[in-house]
């Protein structure tokens, strides 16, 4: 349990300072000051990117408290699961497809970490949360 636990603190921090706050709040000249591409008319979708990862990242913080308190969070996993590994896959894809070339090289670097964060953390959850206990069907 006390793994998993690291695995879930880890993606809340992540989630919410790293993905979800700079995409609902951050003006789009904070984001082109570390090497993003000027957003445009697309910065609705950047909000409303901000506010499902806004809504995820709550989402861990419940199963956090679940987990502390007995309480089976296979869905959480699950989903964690699912979203982590798909944004993984299409990092790692429009990585090799070159597609952020041209972005300034701190946007670089935060699209190739955020790869390695998501993939880690798919990885994590994946183990931790295969550890069930048996005889009552609840992660442990």
């Known amino acids: 349990m006390q793994a998993l636990k690291l695995v879930l603190l880890f993606k809340i921090l992540l989630t919410f300072v790293f993905w979800s706050l ?82 300034g090289m701190l946007a670089q670097a935060f699209m190739c970490g955020s790869a390695v964060a998501t993939g880690l953390i798919t990885l994590g959850l994946i183990i931790t949360g295969s550890l069930k206990d048996m005889s009552d069907n609840r992660l442990v």
């Open 22 to 103: 700079p995409l609902l709040v951050f003006p789009p000249s904070w984001l082109m000051a570390i090497g993003f591409l000027h957003p445009g008319a697309a910065i609705v979708f950047i909000r409303l990117l901000g506010a499902a990862y806004f809504t995820l990242g709550m989402g861990y913080v419940l199963g956090y408290r679940d987990l502390g308190e007995g309480k089976d969070i296979g869905n959480v996993v699950t989903v964690g699961i699912i979203s982590n590994g798909l944004a993984c896959i299409i990092l790692l894809i429009f990585g090799m497809l070159g597609r952020w070339n041209d972005w």
